[in-house]
């Protein structure tokens, strides 16, 4: 099976997702200024979205670098995510605790083709076309940052393939990249 790299973000449906608010500052510091352990998140506070009526996803934030899981699906995958990262309580007016966490990605990677993706953006580092040295994708990881956008989590087939198949439709798959040459990456992986 060919390497590939993805995003994941919620579908679009009826259901509520979360808003990360002032926590997602101190995320996005955190990633930006090259991961110090002081100013590492240990919990954030969301608020849910939409009508009060509908069912929250079991992946509820489509912030790139703040992929939020249900309490249920954190602890199914809690060990075979651990080696890229950790898991941060999501504090929600009204929802248990425990009921959302925070996958914290921590591993950074140098894998991107620099010279064959295009310029990441100034001011986020976005990359919108990433080409991938395949021998340098961690493959063994479930998910990983770049140094040149470590506000972005990419994710690796496997990884997607267990997610998807836990939550189902609810969560979108946007091909970044792919070993396979017929395979077609999504035109914007980072937009909504």
Known sequence: MAGAVYRLLPALGDFRTLFLGPSLVTLIRWQIQGSPSDAR???LDA???GDPKLRVTEFPSGYPGAPILSGRVAELVREEFAPAGSFVPVHVEGAAPGAYVLFLVESIVDCLDT????????TTG??????FRPEAVP???PAF?????????YWTSWATTRLTTLIGPDVETRLVWSEDP????HPNPWGF
């Open 41 to 43: 998140p240990t919990e």
């Open 47 to 49: 608020e849910l979205q």
């Open 115 to 122: 010279r064959r993706s295009s310029k990441p953006k100034k």
């Open 126 to 131: 976005e990359v919108k076309k990433a080409i």
């Open 139 to 141: 493959s063994h990881l």
């Open 145 to 153: 940052r770049l140094p040149e956008y470590p506000g972005g989590v």
């Open 182 to 185: 017929t395979a077609t990456p």
